[in-house]
C-alpha cells in the first residue's frame, strides 16, 4: 500500500486552491481535481481526497499558527526579536497580528477544500462507485474539516460555520455562529466519520480510530463550555470517555516504542523515518522539494541553528524554551526533554552528520528540527520543505484525554483504566508510575508530553471553560514567578539560570485572554463579523 504523502507530490498543483488568501472569503477557483472530468473512479476520490492532508491546504496554518498559537501563546517558547510572536507571548494580540490572521486564514482555507472536496463527490461522483467508497471519502474530508472547526473554536470562539463555498457567490457576507455550534458541527463531522472510515486504510490515512480519538477529545473540550467552579457536563464527559476509550482498548493501537527497554520510543517518535507510526492518528503529510508555500517549513523557522536546516540557510526565529516550561521535567524525564528542547552541551548524533553530530550551544528547540537533507538521506529537501509529517492527533493524546474524563469533576481518581493508560505514557518516557490523578497532574503531563505540538493553548481554553477563575490565576502565576522567560544551562554543573534581563512585560490574564481576536482584515472584508453571533442549528 502506497502513503499518501506520495500522492500529494503529483496533487500540489492540482489541488483546489489559489494560495495563501488574503481573507476566508476568497474562495479557491476550480481546477483539475474539482472539474467534471474528474470522480469517476475511486481512485478518483482517494487523490482528491489525500490533496487534503498536507501541501497547500495546510501550508499556511502548519507554518505561521500552529506552533505559535499552541506554544508560544501559551508560555512555553518566545523569541524576543518578532513582534507578533511577542504579542502572543506577552497577551497583548491585536486584530492585526498577522500569525493570529494566518491561523484563521490558514485554517478557513482548509475548511474550504474540504467542502470542495465533499460537495464535487455529492453531486458529481459517478454512480459506478460505491456508496461505501463514497462515504468512506467524505468521510475523510469531514474529519478534517472537523480537526480545523475544532481549532477555529478553541482560538477564536464564535466563528462562522460554511459548508458551501457556492453559497457565498449569492452571499459573501457572513454572521458568526455561537460557540456551541460550532464544536456541535465539528462533532457531527467526526461522528460521520466515525461510522463511514475504515479500521485501517493506508498509510498516513485517517481510519475510524482517528474519527473516535478526536471525537472524544471534542467532547471533552464541549463538557466545560458554560460551566463553572471545576464542574463540567456529565453527558458530555461521559461521551468522551466512551470514544477516547473505545480506541484505548479496541483499535489494537500502541504507542510507538512502547516495548523499547531503552524507552526511547519517544524520541524516536519524531524522526523522519517513523513518520505515520501506527501512533500517528492524523498527520500532515509534507514531502521534499515542493518550495515555498507547499512544504513543512517549520526548522527553516524556528531551528537553533542554520547548519541545522537543508542547504544550511534559515534559523530565523530560533525559539527559545521558557524557564516555566523546563521547572516541569524531572531529572528523570530526560528523554522527552531532551526529544522536546536542547540544553547547552546535549549532543545529537543525527544532526549535522556530517560533522559528527551537533552539540547544543544554548537552549533551544529539538521537536521538529530534523536536520539537512544529507542527514535524512533525502536529496530534495530544501529549506522550504523537510519531510517530517507533523502529528495532529496521536495516541499518547487519546490516552490521557480518556484518563481526564474518567477524572471528570472529581477532586482525584484512582479508577484503573485512568491510572493504566496514564502510566502508559509515563512508562513510555521511562518515568515512574503514579497511584492517582488530579486535574493538575493531567494538565502538567499534557504539557510535558505534547510540548511544541501546538496543544498547551488547547489545553489551557479547555481548562478555562469549566474553572475560569483557576485558570486565570494558573496563567498568571508563571509571570508572578517570573518563570515565562528565558534561560540559560551549564552542563558543567548542570544549574539553569533565568535569564537576568528584564521579563517581557506581560499583560494579567484575565477570562477574555483565552480568545482570540477577530483579524482586522476579515472585519473590513464582512463588517457582520461584529456582529453578536447567531445560532447555526
Not at 78 to 103: A, C, E, H, I, K
Not at 335 to 354: C, N, S, V
Request: hydrophobic share 35%; with cysteine; glycine share 8%.
Amino acid at each position: 500500500m502506497r502513503s499518501i504523502h506520495k500522492i500529494i507530490v503529483v496533487l500540489l498543483f492540482a489541488a483546489a486552491i489559489a494560495g495563501c488568501k488574503k481573507s476566508f472569503l476568497d474562495r479557491p477557483s476550480n481546477s483539475q481535481i474539482s472539474s467534471v472530468n474528474f470522480y469517476k473512479t475511486t481512485s478518483d476520490l482517494r487523490l482528491a481526497t489525500a490533496s487534503l492532508y498536507g501541501g497547500q491546504t495546510w501550508w499556511q496554518f502548519s507554518n505561521e499558527a500552529w506552533i505559535q498559537l499552541g506554544d508560544v501563546l501559551a508560555g512555553n517558547a518566545s523569541f524576543p526579536y518578532n513582534g507578533d510572536l511577542v504579542q502572543l507571548f506577552t497577551r497583548t494580540v491585536t486584530s492585526s497580528n498577522n500569525l493570529m490572521t494566518n491561523g484563521w486564514v490558514g485554517l478557513y482555507n482548509t475548511v474550504g477544500q474540504c467542502n470542495g472536496v465533499i460537495n464535487a463527490i455529492q453531486k458529481q461522483a459517478s454512480s459506478s462507485i460505491s456508496a461505501k467508497d463514497k462515504n468512506a471519502a467524505i468521510a475523510e474530508a469531514r474529519f478534517i474539516r472537523a480537526v480545523a472547526y475544532y481549532h477555529l473554536a478553541v482560538y477564536f470562539g464564535d466563528v462562522p460555520i460554511i459548508e458551501d463555498n457556492s453559497k457565498l457567490i449569492k452571499d459573501p457576507l457572513l454572521n458568526r455562529n455561537i460557540l456551541s455550534d460550532v464544536y456541535k458541527f465539528a462533532a457531527n463531522d467526526l461522528t460521520y466519520a466515525a461510522n463511514n472510515l475504515p479500521k485501517t486504510d493506508d498509510k498516513g490515512r485517517v481510519t475510524t480510530w482517528s474519527a473516535q480519538g478526536m471525537l472524544g477529545k471534542v467532547y471533552l473540550t464541549m463538557a466545560g463550555l458554560g460551566q463553572s467552579g471545576g464542574q463540567r457536563d456529565q453527558k458530555l464527559l461521559d461521551s468522551a470517555k466512551k470514544y477516547a476509550g473505545n480506541v484505548c482498548k479496541n483499535s489494537n493501537l500502541q504507542l510507538f516504542g512502547q516495548n523499547d527497554p531503552n524507552h526511547q520510543g519517544y524520541y524516536d517518535y519524531f524522526r523522519p523515518a517513523n513518520n505515520d507510526n501506527p501512533e500517528s492518528l492524523f498527520s500532515l503529510q509534507w514531502v521534499g522539494g515542493t518550495g515555498y508555500g507547499n512544504g513543512n517549513a517549520i526548522q527553516l523557522l524556528f531551528s537553533p541553528n542554520s547548519i541545522l536546516v537543508p542547504q544550511r540557510g534559515g534559523a530565523w526565529e530560533p525559539l527559545q524554551p521558557t524557564y516555566d516550561l523546563y521547572l516541569n521535567y524531572s531529572h528523570k524525564d530526560s528523554i522527552r526533554r531532551k526529544a522536546t528542547f536542547m540544553l547547552t552541551g546535549d549532543h545529537y548524533p543525527e544532526l549535522d552528520q556530517i560533522d559528527g553530530g551537533y552539540k547544543a550551544t544554548q537552549p533551544g528547540l529539538k521537536k521538529h528540527v530534523i536536520g539537512t537533507e544529507k542527514d535524512n538521506n533525502s536529496p530534495s529537501m530544501d529549506a522550504w520543505s523537510d519531510i517530517e509529517h507533523n502529528t495532529i492527533l496521536r495516541l499518547a493524546d487519546v490516552y490521557l484525554v480518556y484518563a481526564e474524563a474518567i477524572l471528570g469533576n472529581n477532586g482525584s481518581t484512582s479508577d484503573g483504566d485512568a491510572l493504566k493508560y496514564f502510566n502508559l505514557v509515563r512508562a513510555r518516557a521511562g518515568v515512574d508510575p503514579v497511584l492517582s490523578l488530579n486535574a493538575a497532574t493531567l494538565l502538567k503531563e499534557r504539557r510535558i508530553e505534547l510540548a511544541y505540538e501546538g496543544q498547551y493553548w488547547i489545553d489551557l481554553v479547555r481548562y478555562s471553560y469549566y474553572d475560569p477563575a483557576n485558570a486565570v490565576q494558573f496563567v498568571n502565576s508563571a509571570d508572578v514567578n517570573h518563570a515565562r522567560i528565558s534561560f540559560t544551562y551549564d552542563p558543567a554543573t548542570k544549574k539553569t539560570t533565568r535569564d537576568s534581563i528584564a521579563p517581557p512585560i506581560t499583560l494579567p490574564a484575565t477570562i477574555s485572554s483565552f480568545r482570540l481576536p477577530i483579524p482586522a482584515s476579515e472585519m473590513v472584508s464582512d463588517p457582520k463579523l461584529l456582529d453578536p453571533p447567531v445560532p447555526y442549528y
